[in-house]
């Protein structure tokens, strides 16, 4: 009897027979608008049936919040992604915490135990992979979990907000192979991830449509970072037949390439071509401007802050895989080869 005198209900035993989040019967509780209209119905039903003490809201300090989770911090598309994510907190309300858990076991522990304490709305995750235990434990404190991926994932659980590589690949390609390019150099991202698979498929699939046979010396693996696309530019300069230009599927990579094109006394766009893969805002500013393959990553953070925010209101989401268009951004590092 407890409970049915209001005493001892809590705001978490409400969210839980509710089936909703903590913050959305938080919502409910300080009239904010933002919920679905059955679910404040269902929530307001339950608080009234229970016999919930409202408390005065004079002195409540919690504010929403949105976790916004990287495996790595050290890329700058992490950082076009936080802004994304702030723009829509900021119109909002709700603030952002940003975390990153290193692939890590302990780390992913640490960070569960930490957000538990705060008044999250939900999770955003930019990951390759979110394991199961952790989705199991957040579908249990039912805080609404969508996934960014740069990186690819798998379709799973939660909604999950991309780009189109394939697409982008398949138009950075077509445009080396438009300007005369036969010899196509591509450097490819870590071959477990789907974006990268995606890459690799465009590229692919734009010279197989210009018959232009696929040469395996001219593929070389890569990381995402500089390191790798300036090992794999310098291997691709050194064979007997050099490639005329060279697809890297990362911006960083691009730039990588640019210096193993510096050290071989070359220079770009003269001697070979680089098309990148991002638009981060540095590469604008690179001599010459790369061109590359605009991913929307603000965007993309954008549209995960709004899903999240629609499911903690008990919202549908309306597709759970969302691909964001990509485009080609041409400037000055390629030219028809000589």
């Not at 209209?37 to 919690?62: F, I, K, M, Q, W």
């Not at 919040?65 to 909002?92: C, H, K, M, Y």
């Not at 692939?103 to 930490?114: E, G, T, V």
């Not at 990362?250 to 050290?263: F, H, I, N, P, T």
Request: charged share 20%; hydrophobic share 40%.
């Amino acid at each position: 009897m407890g409970a049915e005198n209001g005493r001892n209900v809590t705001i978490a035993m409400i969210a839980r027979l509710a089936g909703v989040s903590v913050p959305t019967v938080s919502r409910v509780i300080n009239g904010r608008s933002d919920v679905a209209p059955d679910t404040r119905e269902r929530v307001e039903a339950l608080l009234n049936r229970h016999g919930y003490r409202r408390r005065s809201p004079a002195r409540r300090t919690d504010a929403a919040l949105i976790d916004l989770v990287f495996n790595d911090l050290d890329s700058p598309w992490a950082v076009e992604i936080i802004r994304g994510v702030e723009d829509v907190g900021q119109t909002s309300g709700v603030g952002t915490v940003v975390s990153a858990i290193h692939w890590r076991i302990s780390s992913a522990k640490q960070w569960l135990d930490n957000m538990r304490t705060r008044s999250t709305e939900g999770v955003i995750f930019v990951t390759s992979m979110v394991n199961p235990p952790l989705q199991a434990e957040l579908r249990r404190l039912h805080l609404p979990v969508v996934i960014i991926d740069p990186a690819g994932v798998d379709p799973q659980e939660s909604p999950t907000i991309g780009a189109t590589n394939w697409a982008g690949s398949l138009s950075a390609n077509q445009y080396l192979i438009s300007l005369g390019h036969r010899r196509i150099g591509f450097i490819a991202g870590p071959p477990h991830l789907m974006c990268s698979r995606a890459r690799m498929d465009g590229y692919r699939a734009a010279l197989g449509a210009a018959d232009i046979p696929i040469d395996d010396a001219l593929i070389r693996p890569g990381n995402f970072y500089h390191e790798s696309g300036f090992s794999a530019g310098t291997q691709l300069l050194a064979l007997p037949d050099p490639p005329t230009a060279i697809f890297a599927s990362s911006d960083q990579m691009a730039l990588g390439v640019y210096e193993a094109v510096r050290k071989r006394g070359l220079r770009v766009p003269d001697d070979v071509s680089v098309v990148g893969f991002d638009d981060l805002p540095e590469v604008r500013w690179c001599s010459p401007p790369l061109t590359t393959v605009r991913q929307p990553l603000a965007e993309m953070g954008m549209l995960a802050a709004r899903t999240v925010l629609r499911l903690a209101g008990g919202e549908k989401t309306e597709s759970p895989r969302v691909e964001l268009a990509t485009e080609l951004i041409v400037r000055d590092s390629a030219a028809p080869p000589r």
